[in-house]
């Protein structure tokens, strides 16, 4: 008997992120006659967006890194904790650290992005990202330090200014209480340059309430453990550096490349990689010339749902519409208890955006019933 992961019919899912899981449960739901394998080599999901709650202890583990296990059990779909080493598209087979090779009726490539240092010497030395688990502890265990030691003179810089920099900024800044001052340093001449100009503002009072000091048109050219150079001649010196300053995608060795590099791998606008029909790349690794989506959780969520679709429209022997992506809006946490958002005609900040903005991304919890407990658990903690 085949088993899903031998079946021509199955749909192989890598990468667990936001992409790939949602691609995953939707294909369960829109096509449950189809075999889903999802695989991915961590043991929870990470709700990014709420990391900054985790961070603050405003949210718990549970809230906001379920495991795969508690995810995909109950739907039928197969989670095989493992690492894609490398695809050959022609074959349509794919190859894992641990399980060696499986073939694939259609494949869901959703690997996500690692920091990208832009060839800054230092970076990957000395800085760390805001992206994971091990990012949050080390984050906490440096704000305790930083509480314990308590100097004027000790700094924490933050290099880049999108939305990680500035909702980081504030964050550390109510967490460490005057235990030491924030510089947010930008390459750009402005904070948060793809937001709308409520949220940019908002933002912006927020990052001068804190006293977080702000340094535009400010290249980094060098890391070191104790300081961060600039392209100016100046240095500062730090006790903790983060680097949000961009992302790149993580991919594995593909056969035969289809875009002459490791990535991003060139998407069409239904989000199936060029000359080849069954790959879809939906989120960060795929990159779609005619219509460029933003790099954003949303937007993966609704391409997860697309990839669906399309695989129902391809078994019906129909081309997959254009996917359409819905723009509901931003939301930015603006440290504890403060947040701005702005979407659907409503532009809102202050604590009761802050409380929209977490019971929104709540019940997007994958699983409606982890959403309703986590929602519950937030509201008796009121």
Request: aromatic share 6%.
């Amino acid at each position: 008997m085949a088993t899903p992961l031998s079946s021509p019919e199955t749909v192989v899912v890598v990468g667990g992120g936001f992409a790939g899981l949602f691609s995953a449960l939707a294909v369960h739901e829109r096509l449950p006659e189809r075999p889903v394998v999802l695989i991915e080599p961590r043991d929870r999901f990470l709700f990014q967006p709420l990391l900054y709650e985790l961070l603050s202890g405003e949210l718990q583990s549970w809230e906001v890194a379920p495991a795969y296990r508690q995810l995909l059990s109950s739907r039928g779909i197969c989670w095989l904790q493992d690492r894609v080493s490398g695809i050959d598209l022609d074959a349509r087979q794919l190859t894992t650290v641990a399980s060696g090779s499986l073939p694939w009726g259609d494949l869901v490539l959703a690997t996500g992005t690692e920091l990208n240092d832009f060839g800054v010497p230092g970076v990957r030395e000395h800085a760390s990202g805001f992206r994971d688990l091990d990012d949050v502890a080390h984050l906490r265990a440096l704000v305790d330090d930083l509480k314990k030691r308590r100097t004027p003179e000790t700094t924490v810089a933050i290099v880049g200014a999108g939305p990680t920099g500035v909702e980081l900024a504030c964050k550390l800044a109510d967490m460490l209480d005057g235990a030491a001052r924030i510089h947010l340093v930008e390459r750009g001449d402005g904070i948060l340059p793809n937001s709308a100009s409520f949220n940019r503002e908002r933002a912006a009072a927020a990052l001068e309430r804190r006293e977080v000091c702000l340094h535009l048109n400010t290249a980094v050219t060098e890391v070191h453990a104790d300081r961060v150079c600039f392209k100016d001649g100046t240095s500062l010196p730090h006790s903790g550096l983060i680097w949000s300053a961009g992302s790149s995608p993580t991919l594995p060795d593909i056969h035969p490349n289809p875009a002459g590099a490791r990535a991003p791998l060139n998407i069409s606008e239904d989000l199936r990689l060029l000359d080849h029909p069954h790959v879809f790349v939906p989120g960060d690794c795929g990159r779609c010339s005619a219509n460029p989506w933003p790099a954003t959780a949303q937007v993966a969520m609704q391409q997860g749902d697309a990839v669906a679709k399309a695989l129902q429209a391809m078994d019906h022997t129909q081309e997959p519409e254009p996917f359409q992506f819905q723009d509901r809006g931003e939301m930015l946490s603006l440290g504890i208890g403060d947040a701005t958002l702005t979407g659907l005609g409503i532009t809102l900040a202050g604590p009761l955006a802050f409380k929209i903005r977490r019971a929104t991304y709540l019940t997007r919890l994958p699983g409606l019933s982890l959403g309703l407990r986590s929602a519950g658990a937030w509201l008796m903690s009121r």
